[in-house]
């Protein structure tokens, strides 16, 4: 994944998505303000709340090197263009499944699926 420098320690993703700082440069005081080195990734579009405990969300995600954040943000960048693969092809995710993870909903068989299964399924459909 390709990111644009800003400045020192600062990279923006090209869509301007996803914004990553190293920490030792923070508040423009070179390793004064953060005890913990390592990488700050902000989700800007608001869509992708990190996950911090089960019932705790944050837009922000540190992580040790910038590979890692790359990776992440590959990751997550993915994942959306398979869901909206899966919206364009006429299935519903549902909010707030139970069990967690069976949330996209069929238009073939009516049932809930993960993700993986509802791509597998979309894949056979086609």
Known sequence: MKLQRIEAGEYLTPDGRFYVRNTYYSNG???????SSGWLIEDRSGATPFQVSSSQ???LRRVD?????????????QRDAQAKKLCDAGWRKQENCQPPGLCWLSPHTGKLLTQTEALLELSLML
């Open 57 to 59: 969300k944050t837009k």
């Open 29 to 35: 005081i070179p390793g004064r303000s953060n005890t």
């Open 65 to 77: 090197t910038l590979a890692q954040a790359r990776e992440i943000m590959a990751r997550i960048i």
